[in-house]
């Protein structure tokens, strides 16, 4: 897809930003913006059906992408679809259930199970995600730019393995432990999968991509080089630098990451992504130049009243200081109990207070 047949883009503070250029004030979206939290989105997903058929359809993914752009004056939009999407197109059969979360009707368990995976062929196997991003780029007309996104190998691996969500990741840490061989080969197929798929996601018109790596900060020190970060430096150094002569910024989330920013920043991504646990004014400070920090609000103080949420964002936005290089956002995903009009409270919050950082 040709950069071309898209709408010149009216709102680039969210891409001066990851590239640490000036901005008249600090960009801002949300990690899971689309989703349960909004009345509109529960009737869409009423109309569609069950979750993966409002991914696979084209029209209504790109309505639910398109709903908090109406609500908030966001600076990017972030393609409605899901990290387990690779994982169902490996044939692992993803399917939610009410109140659980996703699930798979054949998890990845026995070296058998690992050999028999294929890198996935985005354009063969989950075509339906690359035609929504360019639907989603058409509906855009030029806003804002639009974010692809996959999950990281570990966060995938965990999900393979357990066939479900999981508290304490007994099977995965144990393949991880005790089978170091098997649990690399599933990493590297992971790997050369997000890889493939995020290209496909960029070709087809994401401006940007983004890792989630949910559960790198449930692993050990050492663990977390060899069996999370390691693989998405590859991922980083797989990515297509530039689309149309415009560089493609990443942007890397390790949720509990805080300790290892400077690792992360060594693999070549743009930008990273802060949990709240993190200092952002110490983040900034460890990582210097080298990357521009996404974050880092706690999504649980959407919670509190409007007062105390615009307090949060004040002090996010005076910890970061002066200067381009921070893109607002929470620090993980907003939950579904959460009022829309706090979100709104703390958009509102960032876009009166952040002007004066950016003199
Ligand atoms: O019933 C429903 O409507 C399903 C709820 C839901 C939604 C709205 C799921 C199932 N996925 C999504 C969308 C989604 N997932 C987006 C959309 C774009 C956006 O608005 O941001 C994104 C980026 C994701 C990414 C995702 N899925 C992650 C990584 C980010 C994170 O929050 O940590 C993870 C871990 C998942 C797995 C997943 N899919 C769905 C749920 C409920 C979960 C989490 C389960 C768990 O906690 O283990």
Same mark, same amino acid.
């Given at each position: 897809?040709? $950069?071309? &047949?898209?709408?010149?883009?009216?709102?680039?503070?969210?891409?001066?930003?990851?590239?640490?250029? /000036?901005?008249?004030?600090?960009?801002?979206?949300?990690?899971?913006?689309?989703?349960? *939290?909004?009345?509109?989105?529960?009737?869409?997903? $009423?109309?569609?059906?069950?979750?993966?058929? !409002?991914? @696979?359809?084209?029209?209504?993914?790109?309505?639910?992408?398109?709903?908090?752009?109406?609500?908030? /004056?966001?600076?990017?939009? +972030?393609?409605?679809?899901?990290?387990?999407?690779?994982?169902?197109?490996?044939?692992?059969?993803? *399917?939610?259930?009410?109140?659980?979360?996703?699930?798979?009707?054949?998890?990845?368990?026995?070296?058998?199970?690992?050999?028999?995976?294929?890198?996935?062929?985005?354009?063969?196997?989950?075509?339906?995600?690359?035609?929504?991003?360019?639907?989603? @780029?058409?509906?855009?007309?030029?806003?804002?730019?639009? +974010?692809?996104? #996959?999950?990281?190998?570990?966060? !995938?691996?965990? *999900?393979?393995?357990?066939?479900?969500? #999981?508290?304490?990741?007994?099977?995965?840490?144990?393949?991880?432990?005790?089978?170091?061989?098997?649990?690399?080969?599933?990493?590297? %197929?992971?790997?050369?999968?997000?890889?493939? *798929?995020?290209?496909?996601?960029?070709?087809?018109?994401?401006?940007?991509?983004?890792?989630?790596?949910?559960?790198?900060?449930?692993?050990?020190?050492?663990?977390?080089?060899?069996?999370?970060?390691?693989?998405?430096?590859?991922?980083? &150094?797989?990515? +297509?630098?530039?689309?149309?002569? @415009?560089?493609?910024?990443?942007?890397?989330?390790?949720?509990?990451?805080?300790?290892? =920013?400077?690792?992360?920043?060594?693999?070549?991504?743009?930008?990273?992504?802060?949990?709240?646990?993190?200092?952002?004014?110490?983040? @900034?400070?460890? %990582?210097?130049?080298?990357?521009?920090? &996404?974050?880092?609000?706690?999504?649980?103080?959407?919670?509190?009243?409007?007062?105390?949420?615009?307090?949060?964002?004040?002090?996010?936005?005076?910890?970061?200081?002066?200067? #381009?290089?921070?893109?607002?956002? =929470?620090?993980?995903? %907003?939950?579904?109990?959460?009022?829309?009009?706090?979100?709104?409270?703390?958009?509102?919050?960032?876009?009166?207070?952040?002007? &004066?950082?950016?003199?």
């Amino acid at each position: 897809m040709s $950069e071309s &047949q898209f709408a010149p883009l009216k709102n680039d503070r969210f891409l001066h930003a990851l590239q640490r250029q /000036p901005v008249d004030r600090t960009p801002m979206w949300m990690m899971r913006q689309a989703g349960r *939290y909004l009345p509109e989105y529960r009737a869409t997903r $009423e109309k569609a059906g069950s979750f993966m058929d !409002l991914c @696979r359809n084209t029209e209504l993914a790109c309505e639910v992408t398109m709903q908090p752009l109406e609500r908030f /004056p966001l600076d990017a939009a +972030i393609l409605f679809s899901d990290i387990l999407t690779i994982p169902d197109a490996m044939g692992l059969g993803l *399917y939610f259930v009410q109140g659980e979360g996703p699930k798979f009707k054949k998890p990845v368990r026995t070296s058998a199970d690992i050999a028999a995976l294929e890198v996935v062929n985005t354009a063969r196997d989950l075509s339906y995600v690359t035609d929504a991003v360019t639907a989603i @780029r058409h509906e855009l007309n030029g806003r804002v730019p639009l +974010i692809g996104f #996959s999950g990281s190998p570990w966060t !995938l691996a965990t *999900y393979m393995i357990e066939g479900a969500s #999981s508290r304490d990741f007994a099977r995965a840490k144990e393949m991880l432990y005790n089978r170091p061989e098997d649990m690399h080969q599933l990493l590297s %197929v992971l790997a050369d999968s997000v890889i493939d *798929y995020l290209n496909a996601q960029i070709r087809a018109g994401a401006q940007v991509v983004q890792i989630f790596d949910t559960w790198g900060g449930a692993l050990g020190h050492s663990a977390y080089r060899e069996f999370s970060l390691q693989y998405m430096e590859r991922i980083v &150094q797989g990515l +297509i630098k530039e689309h149309d002569g @415009r560089p493609v910024p990443v942007i890397l989330f390790t949720k509990g990451g805080g300790q290892w =920013l400077e690792a992360m920043a060594d693999t070549g991504a743009t930008a990273l992504g802060l949990d709240w646990t993190t200092d952002i004014a110490q983040a @900034r400070a460890r %990582v210097g130049d080298k990357v521009a920090l &996404q974050g880092n609000l706690d999504p649980a103080i959407l919670l509190a009243s409007p007062e105390r949420i615009r307090q949060e964002v004040a002090t996010c936005l005076a910890a970061f200081g002066q200067g #381009s290089g921070h893109i607002f956002n =929470l620090g993980h995903g %907003v939950t579904p109990q959460v009022d829309p009009a706090h979100a709104g409270a703390m958009f509102e919050a960032v876009a009166e207070l952040s002007p &004066q950082y950016h003199p």
